[in-house]
Structure formats: C-alpha cells, structure tokens
C-alpha cells in the first residue's frame, strides 16, 4: 500500500479565497483522522471519521471549515474563506482504530 | 481530562550520546501509551507502543516502559545518530474509542 496520500503538498493562496485539502486513506482503513500543525498550537485533531461518518467534529476552528468523506476511500477538508491565521500544515491519518494513527505526508497551506 | 505532558525542548546532543525524553500522563483508567516521530518534511509515524503496565515498548534502538506508578513513559536510546534528529510526540489513547491525545512533542537535533 502507498500509505495516506494527500494533495496537493504545498498550496499557496489568498485570504478570502477557498481552498480544499484532498485525502486518500490506506484501503481497509475505517478511521479517518485530520489534524492541524502549527508552532504555536502544536498538533490539533480537528476532526475524525469512522465507517466515513463524522463522530468527533469538536476540534474544527469554525463554520469556516468542513470535512466530507464520501466514500471510504477519499476525504477532503475545506476551507472557505480563507484567513492568515489558517496558515499551518494539516495532516490526514488514518487507522483501524482510534489508539494507531498512520499520517500523510501533509499539506502545507499559506495563505497570503 | 486526559493529557500529555513532555519534557521542555529542544534537545541537542552528540552522536552516540545517551538521550532520555521524558513523558508523564494524566488520564482515567488504563490508556495506551505511544511514541511518534515526524521527520524534516514528513507526517508522524508510530515508533512505538505499550498497552498495559509494566510492557516495554522497543524499535530502533528505541525504548520505553509504561510505569503506572509514576504514571510515566519516558523515552530512551542508549547511543543516537545523526539520522534520530526528528521531533518525538507522546501520546495516549484513554481507552476503547477514546481519540489520541499527543503531547506537545520536543525536537532532537543530533550532531556528528
């Protein structure tokens, strides 16, 4: 298996613009994880899927950002409009239960 | 609620030095405890894991034993190398679907 796959790697954009993170889980998978890094906050799990159904969407900033998986094999964090302060880079993990997590490679997300 | 707590950073240490990352929990019950590792550019990989008291958990050199006593779970190598220079991040899982709580993670930069 290639392991999590995220895209794209780096996205660049401007405050105000929508921006979309896309996430492919390692087939068999029923957990799905996203998590943001930054400095000063650390690592922050924003929100989690099991079966593809949000169970825990407690940790997600604001109205501003939306999680959807449609199906068991694709993922995608939103968020629209874009501020500064979104500025970190956000992690897709996945897992076949809530305690081992295997992570992507993340997406680092700078908005000017 | 259940938390993580790591040792100050950054570490900085000669190759072949004996390195000690120390971890303390807080949490209800019997968690599972874990070490991860994210390398310059990369998402966390697991490194290692024990899931009751007393286990040891082993790879790469790396050791740790869960002490429910001191409700500890400190990292350990005996000699680093250049290549272990990574951050390292705690964590715990509470329990049967519970989520992962991480701790703040330290950076070790190793020298030649």
């Known amino acids: 298996d290639a392991g999590v796959i995220q895209s794209p790697r780096h996205e660049v954009t401007e405050m105000g613009q929508e921006v979309t993170l896309r996430c492919k889980p390692i087939?068999?998978?029923?957990?799905l994880f996203w998590y943001r890094q930054t400095m000063m906050r650390g690592l922050e799990l924003l929100i989690y899927f099991n079966n593809n159904v949000p169970i825990d969407d407690s940790g997600m900033p604001e109205d501003r950002f939306s999680a959807k998986m449609p199906n068991a094999s694709f993922s995608t964090l939103k968020i629209q409009p874009s501020e500064p302060r979104d500025s970190a880079v956000y992690f897709c993990?996945?897992?076949?239960?809530?305690?081992?997590?295997?992570f992507g490679q993340g997406t680092r997300l700078t908005v000017v | 609620g259940d938390s993580v707590t790591q040792m100050e950073g950054p570490v900085t240490l000669s190759e072949e030095a004996f390195l000690t990352i120390n971890c303390t929990y807080t949490a209800t019950g019997y968690p599972s405890l874990f070490w991860y590792v994210q390398y310059p550019g990369e998402g966390l990989q697991l490194l290692l894991k024990a899931t009751k008291a007393d286990d040891k958990g082993s790879n790469k050199g790396f050791e740790a034993t869960y002490r429910k006593e001191t409700t500890s779970f400190h990292l350990e190598k005996g000699s680093v190398q250049v290549s272990d220079s990574a951050v390292y991040f705690c964590?715990?899982?509470?329990?049967?679907?519970?989520?992962?709580?991480f701790g703040k993670g330290i950076t070790l930069s190793v020298r030649p």
């Open positions: 993990a996945s897992g076949t239960g809530l305690g081992e997590a295997f």
């Open positions: 087939s068999g998978h029923d957990y």
């Open positions: 964590a715990l899982e509470a329990g049967a679907n519970s989520k992962l709580t």
